[in-house]
């Protein structure tokens, strides 16, 4: 009987096909690093889904590889292809037995790049550093996928990402408030929207107006997603216009450090210089010349090049300055149109002779690496190098300030100042301060000329578009006083801006000359009047 019922048992297996294996035997797992070497896109997609869960230490590795097309399958294996040769994707070790031409990049297309994603997403919230967990959360806040959801979790109960709780808060609130995401309650949903309006900014208004039009939402949430679109458009608004002043005060620094030279060499002197925007120019031009010759000879200093030219600019403007004053400017005093006719022709020959010299297009001034970049405040964008030219723009002030009143030369200055002809008689050397007056206000020119190459076009022309503002800082002000040409300039800045997103940049401009003018009829001296040889004559 039993050999009877063996041989059935044995019939009938034949008869079904059924394979003999042994009892409790299970289906193999595939391997996900051969399932990438598959010529099908479903089998790679499952290979990539399996590393994502895997947590194995080379597999996000792996998956960054793939991500930047250096992948690569054949001769039994997977492998990255490194600069130093091919690198086993499961082990890690370098092979430097097989031949690359007999392997082929892993397959690619868009439905793998968005399984890719989510992948490296995952093993970077348990792998990746602080920014690179960071990095994985903004895109989940962008791109929010449902599937995410368990790894989520898991990450964000980990002690170690106690310092990215809002972050894990904000992407979590991302994936219940999109499509496919699993029900739950209202106060959970109420939650989300509450998290997602914190982070604010486009990012999150794009998210709640999606949600808003979310018909699986509770209609509770889809009304409260809705404030709080409106909540982030108020506050977008408020955080633009506080951008909109950053620039006008970054233009306020450009146009007080163009306007202080102007200031002193006009209010003591009382000359109209028209070539005071070319000896700006000159500054900048002294700043490409001095980091092209440090590139050349000395590379190591390349990073303090612009600091170097700042003593270099100053020299060479205000030489520059001292010889137009004893070439030209000295033989018209008394003569105020003269002097501007004068001044204007020896801005065309500067002018002519960067061009002959430099040529007449742009010159590249590069910015230090040091200066480069920005970095939020708020919902405000600093960008260092205006925030630097700003800082700049104080310090050249407080200096010149000091050495107006703590220097002889600047008692003399404001001797001559007041009372010109009583200095003449107290053995004060009247045209010798008028030299180096001018010579200061062109070195400080020549200062606004390094600052500028910075954040403008360094070119020929480059004086022309700060000459009429320099002017106008200094009359609003008040001829020769400091204080005033820094009130005009932030007045002039700020309002310039802060109008521009109300009625136009254009009509903004036309606007503040307008009240700048009304201004000046009532009060011819500006703002804050100096007593001078100009006024006194």
Same mark, same amino acid.
């Given at each position: 009987m039993r050999k009877a019922g063996l041989a059935f048992t044995l019939c009938l297996a034949l008869v079904l096909g059924a394979p003999c294996a042994p009892a409790g035997a299970q289906e193999a797992t595939p391997d996900p690093y051969a399932q990438l070497a598959s010529p099908h896109f479903d089998a790679i997609i499952a290979g990539i889904e399996a590393l994502g869960r895997s947590g194995d230490d080379k597999a996000l590795a792996t998956l960054q590889a793939l991500d930047a097309h250096k992948l690569m399958a054949g001769s039994g294996g997977v492998y990255i292809h490194a600069g130093t040769g091919l690198v086993d994707a499961r082990t890690g070790q370098q092979n430097a037995d097989i031949d690359p031409a !007999?392997?082929?990049?892993? =397959?690619?297309?868009? =439905?793998?790049?968005?399984?890719?994603?989510?992948?490296?997403?995952? #093993? #970077? #919230?348990?792998?990746?550093?602080?920014?690179? $967990?960071?990095?994985?959360?903004?895109? +989940?806040? !962008?791109?929010?996928?449902?599937? +995410?959801?368990?790894?989520?979790?898991?990450?964000?109960?980990? /002690?170690?990402? $106690?310092?990215?709780?809002?972050?894990?808060?904000?992407?979590?609130?991302?994936?219940?408030?999109?499509?496919?995401?699993?029900?739950?309650?209202?106060?959970?949903?109420?939650?989300?929207?509450?998290?997602?309006? $914190?982070?604010?900014?486009?990012?999150?208004?794009?998210? #709640?107006?999606?949600?808003?039009?979310?018909?699986?939402?509770?209609?509770? !949430?889809?009304?409260?997603?809705? $404030?709080?679109?409106?909540?982030?458009?108020?506050?977008?608004?408020?955080w633009s216009y506080a951008q909109d002043l950053f620039y006008g005060v970054s233009l306020s620094s450009v146009l007080l450090l163009s306007a202080m030279g102007l200031a002193i060499t006009f209010g003591v002197m009382g000359v109209i210089n028209m070539a005071h925007g070319e000896l700006m120019m000159v500054g900048a031009y002294t700043t490409f010349v001095v980091e092209r010759l440090i590139a050349a000879y000395i590379p190591a200093l390349s990073p303090f090049s612009l600091i170097l030219a700042l003593p270099a600019a100053f020299v060479v403007s205000g030489g520059l300055g001292i010889l137009i004053e004893r070439g030209v400017i000295r033989f018209l005093y008394g003569r105020p149109l003269e002097t501007l006719l004068a001044s204007w022709g020896v801005s065309l020959i500067l002018q002519q002779a960067v061009r002959s010299v430099f040529g007449p297009s742009n010159v590249a001034v590069t910015t230090p690496g040091w200066l480069g970049g920005a970095f939020a405040l708020g919902g405000l964008e600093i960008t260092t190098v205006r925030l630097a030219i700003f800082l700049f723009a104080i310090a050249v002030m407080a200096a010149l300030m000091l050495v107006l009143r703590r220097t002889p030369l600047g008692l003399h200055m404001r001797a001559v100042t007041q009372n010109r002809r009583m200095a003449a008689l107290m053995g004060i050397r009247t045209a010798r301060v008028d030299a180096l007056t001018f010579g200061l206000g062109s070195g400080i020119a020549g200062l606004a000329g390094v600052a500028v190459s910075q954040i403008d076009n360094v070119s020929p022309n480059l004086g022309q578009g700060y000459i009429i503002d320099s002017f106008l800082v200094v009359v609003f002000g008040g001829v020769g006083n400091l204080w005033g040409s820094l009130a005009a300039a932030l007045a002039l800045g700020l309002g310039g801006k802060g109008l521009e997103p109300l009625i136009g940049a254009v009509s903004g401009k036309i606007l503040l000359l307008?009240?700048?003018?009304?201004?000046?009829?009532?009060? /011819? =001296?500006? +703002?804050? /009047?100096? =007593?001078?040889?100009?006024?006194?004559?």
């Open positions: !007999t392997l082929h990049l892993v =397959r690619f297309n868009n =439905r793998v790049r968005l399984v890719l994603a989510t992948a490296r997403a995952e #093993l #970077l #919230l348990a792998q990746g550093s602080r920014a690179e $967990k960071h990095d994985a959360l903004s895109r +989940m806040l !962008t791109h929010p996928d449902a599937s +995410m959801l368990p790894a989520l979790d898991h990450a964000s109960a980990d /002690p170690a990402n $106690k310092s990215l709780r809002a972050e894990f808060e904000a992407a979590r609130a991302a994936i219940l408030l999109s499509p496919g995401a699993p029900p739950v309650a209202l106060s959970a949903q109420l939650a989300a929207v509450s998290a997602i309006k $914190k982070t604010g900014g486009l990012g999150a208004r794009s998210l #709640l107006t999606r949600a808003a039009a979310l018909e699986a939402l509770a209609p509770q !949430t889809r009304e409260a997603a809705k $404030k709080a679109v409106a909540s982030i458009d108020f506050r977008l608004r408020l307008v009240l700048v003018i009304l201004f000046i009829q009532r009060h /011819p =001296r500006g +703002m804050f /009047p100096m =007593r001078g040889r100009g006024i006194e004559s």
